[in-house]
């Protein structure tokens, strides 16, 4: 194949426009292409400029590199990119299956990848079905009563599950493993033009029933898939060199109060960022653990069409949808401020998980027909800005913001104008932005909720940004808070192979430090299946006949 990159058309153009420019490029008549895919569509919106389509292009033709030596073009190279290869099998015997705690995108692909190869995973969580927690979900946003165990943040699908759906990440990958995410959400329902958009996102609404697909998939490959499962704990044993490794999960069935013992030589740790009780568990039983830095702070809501202007405006946004932004500044105190999980045509939605605590998240639709765009507006925070000691002194902290801006909200979402943020009052009534959320909410003064070097952290950070988009800062603007949840206040240490010092135990994902968001967090899922399969022998004794040959298909 041939990669041609740098292939710049018009927003308005046609398929067939794009096999005639590739065809110019290669200085070749269009019927002489073979095959042309897109490898990757971006947007080229900079200022001062026509707004366009920037494409990579993979292209199949006769004599491919006669081709690229005649084009003398350094746009134009035979593509060398690397395609995913899952790792040979390990023949150590596994004795029971892997054990995976947590169906959120490392739990869901870590099973996935087990149970293609023949490991009949079985995989816990604590909370509803995805079909189940919606409906549930959508009652507490209607007044219904909050359930810890089957929220917005636990159950089937994870946190990711009511948010925009973004699938970029930040994670260099040379394994191909990127790609190979956004071709088993595609298998499962997933729009296929996320494999090479730049900015690929699913959608609240899509999301759930890939969600269900795959689980179907696992337990159809011999997996097992246990909700209302909660693990209270673990059993250990000494290993040869006298440390600790796994022998089982001790699990509470929520609907009865039951519990037992499952066998298990390799657990795979998935269970989220906000598993607090779980890392309360864990330090409890000395596994290894440390704080790390996170952020928070409020979330913000501007009318969408204010943003579509500001960054295409009118008649390119018609044709390109609902515009993103992402902004980041430091402060002169040397904080950063950055917008976090941007969420354009949505809602700004309750995301509590502890009774008497509340937090707040961001929500898309696949089509993201909202009026109104939202992003977390967030500043880092570091362990010297606790006040506890030791790794769960970042949990402590969240838990302090939440339970402010409950009291502030007398449980419902604390909002308020930014203005009157700035002006250290309380707001009366909504200017021209209209509020766009899920759950109640109560006007408050956020300026309480925050520390004061936060708060104005933040509104060092909104001036800056309304002086890239214009209107960022309008007195207007909605606030809501508290963004706590942005990542893991935790890390899980593990060494080359995955494991923690406890032999057997994978930390694995966003809760366990290791992912920071949908796309990242099933990559890492699939690098522990990786490690689990390298050393053990699958269960299924036809393992070898998996729907994954692990022969380098992409």
Known sequence: MIRITQVKLPISHTKEDLVKKAAKLLKIKGEDIKELTVAKQSVDARKGREITYSYVLDVAAQQEEKLVRRAKNPNISIKKEKSYAFPPLGEECLESAPVIIGTGPAGLFCGLMLARYGYRPILLERGKPVEERTRLVEEFWQGGELLPNCNVQFGEGGA?????????????????????????????????????????????????????????????????????SLVSGFSYETDSQGGRRIKGVIVKDLTDGSEKMIPARAVALAVGHSARDTFYSLWNDKIPMEAKAFAVGLRVQHPQKMIDQSQYGEEAAALLGPASYKLTCQTKEGRGVYSFCMCPGGYVVNASSEPGRLAVNGMSNHARDGKNANSAIIVTVTPEDFKGMGPLAGVEYQRELEEKAYALGGGKIPIQLYGDFQKNQDSQSFGDVEPELKGSYAFANLRNLLPEELSQALIEGMEAFGKRIQGFDRPDGILAGIESRTSSPVRIPRDQDMESTVRGLYPCGEGAGYAGGITSAAMDGIRVAEAIAKRYRPLAEDYRTGKDSGEGEN
């Open 160 to 228: 990711g599950t009511f948010s925009d759906g973004k699938l970029n990440t930040l994670v260099k990958d040379v394994s191909g493993r990127n790609g190979k995410v956004l071709k088993i959400l595609s298998e499962f329902g997933a729009d296929p033009a996320i494999q090479y958009q730049n900015k690929p996102h699913i959608g609240t609404d899509v999301l759930s029933q890939v969600v269900k697909n795959i689980r179907q998939e696992i337990i159809r490959l011999g997996g097992q898939v246990h909700f209302d």
